[in-house]
């Protein structure tokens, strides 16, 4: 998220008014008078503006404007040069709240200790860190803030100040799933260590080697292949009507890290929903500690207003209500249960118990919903999803028609965008489907074939050539995501280097959809203990085993009966 900082001008007696532009930087200065009148386009201010500006991470000025006094004696030259000294002044505090080495010597400005009873960053001046929670409040608005160096505890000395403790780096997880594998014979290097050579599908992130780790050999015991989804991040969940459904890794880590961001974590995907019931796969990889599927969402404007749009008084209000008519009836259906339980058998008691557990889960969600209904979502410059937002839903599109570039790359803006807004540390995105895909292959771009068709290629040479060249497209966006999470600053490193990021799949092998030998690619985390080994091989090592060692690297405890006993041990060469 680009820094975006409206600036206001004016004398200690005057009023201050200040407009930020969703677009830019949009100034506003008022020259203290009873009578202001006609705007005058302070251009001169520009050239100075333009040059400084970037340093604050605001990207372009859109234009200065300065209201003059009816009846002033000065002349255009003379408000401009006032209106100048104000702005030097004024973007000095600004710099001043970020660089506190400065502090004594601005802190000296009669117009910056005016300032600073009204600015909260300004605590800098005294070095006092400021809080993770800071939000700037004004003119009906409120404004939560990404993670800002000054507001490590390091900030307490100016020696340290720009630094970021251990304790107070975010981390973060990304589980990310592509259904039905990868054209293995193009993907996976022959050579291991870290001067891998380069191949065709991985040719797209190679400059990106020192932030990933490839993972040869991996395996699923249960299931794979085409109905891997379930047991992807479960390890013993299946298709089969007598499976035994559990929690999802990413949902067991949101249990423990979730309580410090407003979503505990984000279920996403190509599909929206669950697909639960429906006899075909699932749409979604998250599943509650009670066995329920948690819905995925597909569209990324509907995702960005989730996020980040803010809501109105009547809004909260009516959220409020209706979680309270929720709660109510959530605890009359529980007391009614109980008084059954005299009654019940040995397997209904068992079958009660999961009701409770998912009774629970949504009581559970209520909660962290109506913790954070008072606290404003971040403010992030808007994103242009174009005119047509229904061609955004891959479910919505004819398969020619869609362009899957465009909607994946919005898709991992947003959730880079949700990270750097500390709004989630937890995301699981299913993002290609086993079976029927769901992305329409790049058909717009000129695939003949459906995904699931060529990797059942019988070694016909037209469907390899084009499996081989529509995964290169696929790490193409692969590659557009990590440079996008590299490319955020963050303390003293950058969002990537605090996030785990994972690709792989539940299909592995050649010319088939097996449980071996499963595509796998950890990718950043330099910050929070990864020490990336460029490419390694774990023949027959389980799947389950990169989830725990991910716990360690969050910092979180492998809980009890961990992936249904399908993971024995770390990765240790990573950590």
């Keep these: 998220m680009q820094n975006c900082l409206a600036l206001t001008v004016g004398h200690q007696d005057g009023e201050r008014s200040a407009l930020a532009h969703p677009r830019g930087l949009v100034a506003t200065v008022v020259q203290h008078s009873q009578h202001a009148t006609h705007p005058l386009a302070v251009n001169h201010c520009l050239p100075l503006a333009q040059r400084l500006f970037p340093i604050l991470g605001v990207s372009f000025i859109t234009e200065l404007v300065l209201y003059p006094a009816r009846n002033t004696r000065q002349g255009a030259r003379g408000l401009t040069e006032n209106i100048r000294n104000h702005l030097v002044h004024l973007i000095a505090a600004f710099i001043n709240d970020f660089v506190p080495v400065h502090a004594a010597k601005l802190s000296a400005t009669p ?96 400059h990106l080697r020192d932030d990933f780790t490839l993972i040869s050999g991996l395996k699923l015991t249960h299931s794979g292949g085409h109905s891997g989804d379930r047991t992807y991040l479960t390890g013993i969940s299946t298709h089969k009507a007598d499976a035994k459904l559990r929690i999802s890794a990413d949902q067991e880590l949101a249990e423990a890290v979730g309580k410090a961001t407003r979503y505990p974590s984000l279920v ?51 959220r409020k209500n209706g979680a309270g008519r929720t709660g109510s009836v959530l605890d009359a259906v529980r007391d009614e249960a109980r008084r059954l339980q005299n009654r019940l058998g040995k397997d209904d008691q068992a079958k009660l118990d999961e009701y409770f557990t998912s009774i629970r889960d949504v009581e559970q969600n209520i909660a962290t919903d109506l913790a954070w209904l008072d606290k404003p979502k971040p403010q992030v410059a808007a994103i242009d999803f174009g005119q047509n937002v229904q061609a955004l839903d891959p479910e919505l599109q004819a398969k020619g028609n869609f362009d899957y570039r465009r909607y994946q790359r919005l898709m991992f803006d947003v959730i880079t965008l949700a990270l750097q807004t500390d709004s989630t540390r937890v995301i699981n995105y299913y993002a290609r489907r086993d079976l029927n895909d769901g992305t329409h292959c790049y058909a717009y771009k000129g695939c003949p074939y459906g995904y699931h068709e060529m990797t059942h290629h019988g070694e016909e040479p037209d469907k390899l050539k084009w499996l081989t060249t529509v995964d290169t497209w696929y790490m193409e966006d692969w590659a557009y995501f990590i440079e996008k999470l590299k490319s955020v600053k963050e303390g003293d490193g950058t969002l990537l280097d605090h996030t785990c990021l994972v690709w792989g799949s539940s299909g592995g092998t050649v010319n088939a959809h097996n449980n071996t030998d499963l595509p796998t690619m950890l990718v950043g985390g330099h910050k929070i203990g990864v020490k990336h080994q460029g490419h390694i091989a774990r023949k027959d090592t389980r799947l389950g085993n990169l989830w725990q060692t991910m716990f360690g690297i969050m910092g979180v405890k492998v809980p009890d009966n961990f992936q249904g006993g399908e993971a024995d041990g770390i990765i240790k060469e990573i950590v």
Excluded: C, Q
């Excluded at 300032?115 to 929670?133: D, E, K």
């Excluded at 630094?163 to 990868?182: N, Q, Y």
């Excluded at 599927?293 to 996020?307: G, M, T, V």
């Design 111 to 206: 117009f910056i200790r005016n300032t600073a009873n009204h600015h909260p960053l300004m605590n800098l001046i005294h070095h006092r860190p400021i809080s993770r929670r800071t939000l700037l409040r004004g003119a009906g608005v409120t404004l939560a803030l990404p993670w800002l160096e000054s507001m490590s505890s390091l900030a307490r000395a100016a020696s340290t100040a720009g630094g970021i403790t251990d304790a107070e780096r975010p981390r973060r997880s990304i589980f990310t799933m592509w259904g039905l594998g990868v054209n293995g014979r193009d993907y996976t290097p022959a050579k291991l260590g870290r001067d891998w050579e380069v191949t065709p599908i991985l040719k797209p992130v190679s």
């Design 268 to 318: 996403l995907g190509v599909h929206r929903g669950t697909g639960f019931g429906s006899g075909t796969i699932d749409k979604t990889l998250a599943w509650t500690r009670g066995g329920t599927p948690i819905p995925a969402e597909n569209r990324p404007h509907i995702l960005f207003d989730k996020l980040f749009r803010a809501e109105s008084p009547e809004e909260v209000a009516a």
